[in-house]
């Protein structure tokens, strides 16, 4: 199977796991997406198809029972439920796609049971003085560093996001400054900067007037990798003893416009979330001991029991 379908990081060309009709049929699925939701989508599947030939199983000859053994093998392997449930809607969303294309009769992961994802969001988060440490440790770091951490943490940026984002992308609309990014799912948003993050744009992009937002040490896009390790080491420049990563930011800037009252709505457009559950993870898993019912309901209830 060539580069062109799958990246060369997720194929090893001594392996053939896809028959010819396979191949094709994953191409032509891979063909509905782009960027890492694409590179996610051919690993599962390629995880799923090795599983297969490990049966001497090929894809379009496998049954339910056999993704639903597959998934039974992932979970053995201690696989957390929303791993499982993702590669399970890969393998639901490609089978889809092969009967639609004719190249199956019946897709037969239509009944597939998948795991009921635990609502309560276990990610690491940062508090409003982690977040307001780490932006004044990137600020001393440098421009390319505090645009880095802003974009993250001041608009809730994925880490792909941040390093794809380009100068061409900066605008002004009705007296704010902006930027449009390429947001998850292929959906194009123009979003606004505070004050202070377009400032530290500003001073990352220099006198440049094309090509990235962010530059790596070698001149170069800077990639997510690169992205994540900044992340880290301003954190620990932050004095944050916590093991943190680009997401970690995402999610301090989701819970602090929580805490600060901004309607749940408003938070998942600005983070992009198609799901509305996606967003209440996040709100269910703060501290809001303070915001509990029974204070307002005590309260209610004292007004009749003068």
Same mark, same amino acid.
């Given at each position: 199977m060539?580069?062109?379908?799958?990246?060369?990081?997720l194929?090893?060309?001594?392996?053939?796991v896809?028959?010819?009709?396979?191949?094709?049929?994953?191409?032509g699925?891979?063909?509905?997406?782009?960027?890492?939701?694409r590179?996610?989508?051919?690993l599962?599947?390629?995880?799923f198809?090795i599983w297969?030939?490990?049966?001497?199983?090929?894809?379009?000859?496998?049954?339910?029972?056999?993704?639903e053994?597959?998934?039974?093998?992932?979970e053995?392997?201690g696989?957390s439920?929303?791993?499982?449930?993702?590669?399970?809607?890969?393998?639901?969303?490609?089978?889809?796609?092969?009967?639609?294309?004719?190249?199956?009769?019946?897709?037969p992961?239509v009944?597939?049971?998948?795991p009921r994802?635990?609502?309560?969001?276990?990610a %690491?988060? =940062?508090?409003?003085?982690e977040?307001?440490?780490m932006l @004044?440790?990137? +600020?001393?770091? *440098?421009? $390319?560093?505090?645009?880095?951490?802003?974009?993250?943490?001041?608009?809730?940026?994925r880490?792909?996001?941040?390093?794809g984002?380009?100068?061409?992308?900066?605008?002004?609309?009705?007296?704010?400054?902006?930027?449009?990014v390429?947001?998850?799912?292929?959906?194009?948003v123009t979003?606004?900067?505070?004050?202070?993050?377009?400032?530290a %744009?500003? =001073?990352?992009?220099?006198?440049?007037?094309?090509?990235? @937002?962010?530059? +790596?040490?070698? *001149?170069e $896009?800077?990639?997510?990798?690169?992205?994540a390790?900044?992340?880290r080491r301003i954190?620990?420049?932050a004095?944050?003893?916590k093991?943190?990563?680009?997401h970690?930011?995402?999610h301090g800037?989701?819970?602090?416009?929580?805490d600060?009252?901004?309607?749940?709505r408003?938070v998942?457009?600005?983070?992009s979330?198609a799901?509305?559950?996606?967003?209440?993870?996040?709100?269910?898993?703060?501290?809001?001991?303070?915001?509990?019912?029974?204070?307002?309901?005590?309260?209610?209830?004292?007004?009749a029991?003068?």
């Amino acid at each position: 199977m060539s580069d062109t379908v799958i990246s060369s990081e997720l194929v090893r060309p001594r392996e053939e796991v896809f028959t010819d009709p396979e191949a094709l049929a994953l191409a032509g699925f891979l063909s509905g997406y782009s960027g890492l939701t694409r590179d996610a989508y051919a690993l599962d599947l390629r995880q799923f198809a090795i599983w297969c030939r490990d049966l001497e199983l090929h894809l379009f000859a496998s049954k339910r029972v056999h993704i639903e053994a597959f998934a039974r093998d992932l979970e053995a392997k201690g696989r957390s439920r929303a791993t499982i449930a993702r590669r399970l809607c890969t393998v639901t969303c490609f089978y889809r796609y092969a009967e639609q294309e004719g190249l199956i009769e019946h897709s037969p992961a239509v009944h597939v049971r998948r795991p009921r994802l635990d609502y309560e969001s276990h990610a %690491v988060g =940062l508090d409003r003085n982690e977040l307001g440490a780490m932006l @004044v440790a990137a +600020g001393l770091a *440098g421009a $390319r560093d505090h645009a880095l951490i802003a974009l993250l943490a001041m608009n809730g940026l994925r880490v792909s996001e941040a390093a794809g984002a380009n100068i061409e992308q900066l605008g002004m609309e009705r007296g704010h400054r902006t930027l449009t990014v390429l947001r998850k799912g292929g959906k194009t948003v123009t979003m606004p900067m505070a004050p202070r993050t377009a400032r530290a %744009v500003d =001073l990352a992009i220099g006198e440049r007037f094309e090509g990235p @937002v962010l530059l +790596g040490n070698d *001149g170069e $896009r800077l990639d997510r990798h690169a992205a994540a390790r900044i992340v880290r080491r301003i954190g620990k420049a932050a004095g944050i003893n916590k093991k943190i990563g680009p997401h970690t930011l995402r999610h301090g800037f989701i819970t602090a416009a929580l805490d600060a009252g901004v309607p749940l709505r408003d938070v998942q457009e600005a983070a992009s979330h198609a799901d509305p559950r996606t967003t209440m993870r996040y709100d269910r898993a703060r501290v809001s001991l303070d915001r509990h019912a029974t204070y307002i309901v005590s309260t209610f209830i004292a007004g009749a029991a003068r």
